[in-house]
């Protein structure tokens, strides 16, 4: 079932302690019964560094800057995310980079930011419309120790405003936005994954009325020290279930490469707990999926209903 609880949970939760080339779904679309969560994103043009940050007052400003940065990751690899890098980006750089968004609180964009000096996380929440009545929703949240950054995790999803309610959509526009983080692009930059896994939930018959069932796609490099998440609309087609990747909303965690428990330490536990290995869900070895899905963006992910029976 996709979510809609707000971004800053689910960020929060993560830092303190997811095939038939020729099968297609047309449309990736469903119900929220919430009013979506705010979200984050910082750019390039200012450095994470500046004891100053300058502070963005227009919307369109501030848009532009956020779409700049999603082009092309702030200009880094990862594992550095959005111009910042584990374990190199202190506490206060973090900050300052958040904080050169300003905020807002309009009908038309949303930025919302705070830390946890508990709990050790500084995070920031954007909400904006990046086409015709959809908006991205997109959360990045920071976990430190002491001055470093350990861990930086940024979830993405959109939603169509209609008829005073939100509908999970995506669409080609948020391909463009993301084109950075799909799958053929991370698969021709950074090589086949140590590990990949595929996760469902069967439908739930006490909920009938649920419109968005999702399945997950893990990217997992632990040697470069990050994962992706691809969360695609799951249909049932015959005997198996059915998502394309290529319709999917992109999460991210990063860790420094160094740091060997830096996954395992506080997300592990929290995400790979029910998937199943690419192999296991699939009729595609992680070698045959690496090679199918490197070339191409429309192929789909095909995995019978009887693997997911128990779940």
Known sequence: MKRTTPIILILATFLIVNCSPQLTVDSVTATATSQPAIT??????????????????????????????LKNNGGCQLPCLLGNTPERTTKQ??????????????????????????????????????????????????????????????????????????????????????AYYLLPQILTSYGRPF??????????????????????????YPDQGFYLKYDMKRVIVDDKYVGCPAKSFVDIIVWSPDNKDGFKKWTEPYYFGDYKSVAEATSLSGDEFYETFKEQSIGCIETPLEVWANQ
């Open 40 to 69: 984050m994103t910082p750019d390039i043009t200012i450095h994470p560094t500046l004891a100053s940050p300058l502070v963005l007052q227009q919307s369109d400003e501030i848009k532009a800057k956020l779409f700049s940065l």
């Open 93 to 178: 750089e973090i900050q300052n980079f958040f904080s050169q968004f300003g905020l807002l609180d309009t009908d038309e964009m949303r930025i919302l930011r705070g830390d946890s000096y508990t709990d050790r996380v500084s995070w920031a929440h954007f909400f904006f419309p990046y086409s015709t009545n959809t908006y991205l929703t997109l959360g990045v949240t920071a976990r430190y120790e002491e001055d470093q950054i350990e861990g930086i995790g940024m979830e993405t999803f959109s939603q169509l405003h209609s008829d005073d309610s939100w509908i999970l959509t995506w669409n080609s526009s948020y391909t463009d936005l993301m």
């Open 195 to 220: 590990q990949i896994f595929v996760k469902t939930i069967p439908d739930d018959p006490q909920h009938p009325d649920v419109s968005f069932n999702s399945l997950y796609l893990v990217l997992f």
